[in-house]
């Protein structure tokens, strides 16, 4: 399996995935800039979490138009399995590889913590090393984590099975107190309809070691290096 990380200026999480998907896979991802134009054959590209040009405008909406996004947009359309973790997800929403928005958190506040998280589908090639209904502890660290689509888009991914991960509580059960960020139907993550891009909020780069407090993450990883492989 061939990984690549692309990389933007004001990425924090660009060495964290790099760590993760080398322990599972057993060698080192690329690491790409963002200024690339053109990518080399790969099975699976990560747009990682941080501050990319320091949130300015909104979260995301600059990298959007980083020119290495041009291609991995054309990539996911060919296919090629994509990873979009926290400024990720919104950079992915930014550029139309996932539907909806993040906006600002319910409470207005940075939110850092470990969460629950309850596998709403675990047939895809990023989760299949999950349970149906697996409740997981991943850590979140946002300020615009706050999940929104229309209704239409909202019932279209109830539809088609998108919706990877809702916050939820240690028993599994969904709940206002267990949402820290108020998302719409207690969203942390969805797929594409094809199910090769998954943009979530919470960092399973932050939960892939036991050395790290948490090991739930690893998973992910794991089961992309299986199903690429």
Same mark, same amino acid.
């Given at each position: 399996?061939?990984?690549?990380?692309?990389?933007? *200026?004001?990425?924090?999480?660009? %060495?964290?995935?790099?760590?993760?998907?080398?322990?599972?896979?057993?060698?080192?991802?690329?690491?790409?800039?963002?200024?690339?134009?053109?990518?080399?054959?790969?099975?699976?590209?990560?747009?990682?979490?941080?501050?990319?040009?320091? @949130?300015?405008?909104?979260?995301?909406?600059?990298?959007?138009?980083?020119?290495?996004?041009?291609?991995?947009?054309?990539?996911?359309?060919?296919?090629?399995?994509?990873?979009?973790?926290?400024?990720?997800?919104?950079?992915?929403?930014?550029?139309?590889?996932? *539907?909806?928005?993040?906006?600002? #958190?319910?409470?207005?506040?940075?939110?850092?913590?470990?969460?629950?998280?309850?596998?709403?589908?675990?047939?895809?090639?990023?989760?299949?090393?999950?349970? @149906?209904?697996?409740?997981?502890?991943? *850590?979140?660290?946002?300020?615009?984590?706050?999940?929104?689509?229309?209704?239409?888009?909202?019932?279209?991914?109830? @539809?088609?099975?998108?919706?990877?991960?809702?916050?939820? #509580?240690?028993?599994?059960?969904?709940?206002? @107190?267990?949402? *820290? #960020?108020?998302?719409?139907?207690?969203?942390?993550?969805?797929?594409? %309809?094809?199910? #090769?891009?998954l943009g979530l909020m919470p960092h399973p780069e932050r939960a892939a070691d036991p050395a790290l407090g948490g090991n739930d993450g690893r998973a992910l990883f794991d089961s992309l290096v299986a199903a690429l492989s």
């Open positions: 399996m061939k990984a690549a990380v692309i990389v933007f *200026p004001g990425s924090n999480c660009d %060495r964290d995935i790099e760590v993760a998907l080398r322990q599972s896979l057993g060698r080192e991802p690329q690491m790409i800039w963002h200024r690339e134009t053109a990518l080399p054959a790969l099975d699976l590209i990560v747009v990682p979490g941080g501050f990319s040009y320091g @949130d300015y405008l909104r979260a995301g909406a600059m990298a959007a138009h980083s020119p290495v996004m041009r291609e991995v947009v054309k990539r996911a359309a060919d296919g090629v399995a994509v990873l979009a973790v926290c400024n990720g997800f919104q950079i992915a929403t930014e550029c139309g590889l996932l *539907p909806g928005v993040l906006l600002r #958190n319910a409470s207005l506040k940075f939110v850092c913590r470990d969460v629950h998280l309850r596998v709403e589908n675990p047939y895809t090639p990023f989760t299949q090393q999950y349970d @149906d209904g697996e409740v997981v502890t991943i *850590p979140i660290a946002h300020h615009d984590g706050n999940y929104f689509a229309d209704a239409a888009t909202h019932q279209s991914l109830l @539809d088609h099975d998108q919706i990877a991960f809702r916050y939820c #509580n240690r028993a599994g059960a969904l709940s206002a @107190d267990a949402n *820290p #960020n108020g998302s719409l139907d207690h969203i942390a993550g969805i797929f594409n %309809r094809d199910k #090769n891009v």
